[in-house]
């Protein structure tokens, strides 16, 4: 079974703080993606990347970055954050255009 | 451009209610392929069906099945004989064909089925 681990289920942080979302799949799929998922908004795209070291910027990327060193793992960082960052966050790899999620980070930005 | 539709944002039934979850989507890709996904709520999405456009014909799995309509670009989904654990959010999604494409998903649908 593939399998695409968040780091943790639940976060709290408070603002400013730099905050690091870990995901890791252990597939080796070339594909891996960061969502955010807000009610009435479904699920949106901030980064996802195609490779090591390669990555691209998705629908809503301001205030995150991410880093994809090695290729299980995808993380998401959030430089500062902020109380509008408060989501529940999702991590998916993809392979053959088939997705696998992870079970998904809630955090909160206090 | 990619683009995804759930226009129902939340359905509510009674148990053994038949129920269908609409889908329309909007592509540039010759070939493509559609996701149902299920989000109950402990979190986590589970993949039900993926569909390639080459292929039209409906598909059932149990008292699931999936209505792919290329000419109305609609993927519905219909749940027969709806049970309580049937509720969740459900997302219909578009990935592109390449193996580079991002995936888009539409808002969701919010299903309630009452006892």
């Known amino acids: 079974d593939v399998k695409v681990t968040q780091s943790s289920r639940y976060l709290v942080k408070r603002t400013g703080e730099k905050v690091f979302l870990e995901c890791v799949q252990d597939m080796d799929h070339e594909n891996m993606f960061w969502y955010r998922q807000d009610p009435g908004l479904g699920l949106r795209l901030i980064y996802f990347?195609?490779?090591?070291?390669?990555?691209e910027k998705g629908d809503i990327p301001e205030g995150y970055s991410v880093s994809r060193e090695k290729k299980e793992r995808f993380s998401l960082i959030l430089e500062s954050a902020s109380t509008n960052q408060t989501s529940m966050y999702l991590c998916?790899?993809?392979?053959?255009?088939?997705?696998?999620f992870g079970q998904g980070t809630r955090l909160t930005v206090v | 451009a990619q683009k995804v539709t759930q226009a129902q944002t939340e359905i509510s039934v009674v148990e053994k209610e038949d129920v269908t979850l609409d889908c329309v989507y909007e592509t540039r890709d010759t070939t493509y392929y559609l996701f149902w996904y299920k989000q109950p709520p402990s979190g986590e999405l589970v993949f039900l069906i993926r569909?390639?456009?080459?292929?039209?014909q409906n598909e059932i799995s149990g008292r699931y099945s999936w209505n792919f309509q290329k000419s109305t670009s609609s993927f519905n989904f219909t749940i027969t004989a709806s049970q309580v654990v049937d509720s969740a959010v459900y997302f219909c999604?578009?990935?592109?064909?390449?193996?580079?494409?991002?995936?888009?998903f539409g808002s969701g649908t919010r299903l309630s089925i009452r006892p």
């Open positions: 999604a578009l990935p592109g064909y390449s193996s580079a494409s991002k995936i888009i």
């Open positions: 569909r390639n456009s080459f292929d039209e």
């Open positions: 998916a790899s993809m392979v053959n255009t088939e997705a696998f």
């Open positions: 990347s195609y490779d090591v070291k390669m990555k």
